[in-house]
């Protein structure tokens, strides 16, 4: 039996309509609902980094096409994978986390944009509160600093984490285990993207 025969193609009628997929859309997605950086994935998906055209800014809608381009930063490295696919594989996954970061694509993670983080991370506990929240951020930033600028005068500003920085950051953590995201219960027909909910 092809695969064709048994393909639920029409679980993906809504995606590939041509009005696209919008926020709400996303949001409806059971698959992130605990997932505390939920916002941030969603914003990822609008991102037009993330469509690898060499366009910034965000849309506003995306099509079937441009989910699965996103989609695709999740996918686990293939074991016959060469050492140079890998490495373009995890670079690739390292940008879209940066990005991720990096909301107003100047280069740099500022204090500020991983203060946003963390306070978004811990705040889903409810137990921590922003000011612990955000000194928790402003310790791991200055843990940071310390380690890309070991010779850093009490005077001297850092401006934050540029990509050099976090690829040096994250080496040695094995990424393709870790970012992935189980969009297995997903089912696309509830999601209504470009149907007109009723
Ligand atoms: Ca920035």
Same mark, same amino acid.
């Given at each position: =039996?092809?695969a064709s025969?048994t %393909?639920?193609?029409h679980?993906y009628?809504?995606?590939?309509?041509? +009005?696209?997929?919008? #926020? /709400?859309d996303?949001d409806?997605?059971p !698959?992130?609902?605990?997932?505390?950086?939920r916002?941030?994935i969603?914003t *990822?998906?609008? /991102?037009? &980094?993330n469509?690898?055209?060499n366009?910034?800014? +965000?849309?506003?809608? $995306?099509?079937f096409?441009?989910?699965?381009?996103? =989609?695709s930063?999740? #996918?686990p490295v293939?074991?016959t994978?060469?050492e140079?696919?890998?490495?373009?594989? &995890?670079?690739?996954?390292? %940008?879209?986390?940066?990005?991720m970061? /990096?909301t107003?694509? /100047?280069?740099?993670?500022t204090?500020d944009?991983y #203060? @946003?983080v963390v306070e978004?991370l811990?705040?889903q506990s409810?137990?921590?509160?922003?000011?612990? !929240? &955000?000194s928790i951020a402003d *310790? !791991?930033?200055?843990e940071?600093a +310390? @380690?890309?600028?070991?010779?850093? *005068?009490?005077?001297d500003?850092y401006?934050? $984490?540029?990509?050099?920085h976090?690829?040096q950051?994250?080496k040695?953590i094995?990424?393709?285990? &870790?970012?992935s995201i %189980?969009f297995?219960?997903m089912?696309? !027909?509830t999601? %209504?993207?470009?149907?007109l909910?009723?």
């Amino acid at each position: =039996m092809g695969a064709s025969q048994t %393909r639920p193609e029409h679980n993906y009628d809504d995606l590939t309509d041509k +009005s696209g997929c919008n #926020r /709400d859309d996303l949001d409806r997605i059971p !698959a992130l609902n605990n997932n505390p950086i939920r916002k941030q994935i969603i914003t *990822a998906f609008f /991102d037009k &980094r993330n469509q690898h055209q060499n366009d910034v800014g +965000s849309l506003d809608e $995306i099509g079937f096409e441009q989910f699965l381009m996103v =989609m695709s930063h999740f #996918r686990p490295v293939n074991s016959t994978a060469t050492e140079e696919e890998k490495v373009t594989v &995890r670079k690739q996954k390292l %940008r879209f986390l940066f990005n991720m970061h /990096d909301t107003d694509n /100047d280069g740099i993670i500022t204090l500020d944009e991983y #203060r @946003t983080v963390v306070e978004e991370l811990l705040s889903q506990s409810g137990a921590i509160e922003t000011e612990v !929240a &955000r000194s928790i951020a402003d *310790a !791991a930033m200055l843990e940071v600093a +310390s @380690t890309n600028v070991p010779h850093m *005068a009490p005077d001297d500003f850092y401006e934050g $984490i540029t990509f050099e920085h976090f690829e040096q950051i994250l080496k040695g953590i094995e990424m393709e285990s &870790r970012m992935s995201i %189980r969009f297995l219960d997903m089912n696309t !027909a509830t999601m %209504r993207c470009g149907k007109l909910s009723s």
